[in-house]
């Protein structure tokens, strides 16, 4: 499974970005999520996207009023929008997929991409 993260970049404080997560038909039914690291800092989960009947979205406390997650079954892409960044945004995210049912939000991720930088910045 290979996930291709786009869209990150210098943003003022402020602004927005839309991330995307590119994949392939086989991550249809898997649950996609995005996490974040910034320098020096683990791992942290911010939202997550799962087929199938139920609540479909999730997102952490962390950024929920600011960050909202979606997905286009038909070309196979997740995306991550991102409102009122500020500079402890600043990290590199990336998407994940898991095709495991069942599990938190936040765990057992088995497929990872490469990420994408995002920087807040004046």
């Known amino acids: 499974v290979q996930l291709q993260a786009s869209g990150g970049g210098l943003v003022l404080p402020g602004g927005s970005l839309t991330l995307s997560c590119a994949t392939s038909?086989?991550?249809?039914?898997?649950?996609m999520g995005w996490f974040r690291q910034a320098a020096g800092k683990e791992r942290e989960f911010l939202a997550a996207h799962r087929w199938g009947a139920g609540i479909p979205t999730f997102v952490s406390d962390s950024v929920k009023g600011r960050f909202t997650t979606s997905r286009d079954l038909n070309d196979h892409t997740l995306y991550l929008q991102m409102n009122n960044l500020k500079p402890e945004d600043t990290a590199r995210y990336y998407c994940?997929?898991?095709?495991?049912?069942?599990?938190?939000?936040?765990?057992?991720?088995?497929?990872w991409g490469q990420g994408t930088q995002v920087t807040v910045s004046s």
């Open positions: 994940a997929a898991r095709r495991r049912p069942g599990g938190t939000w936040n765990t057992g991720y088995e497929y």
């Open positions: 038909e086989r991550t249809k039914t898997y649950l």
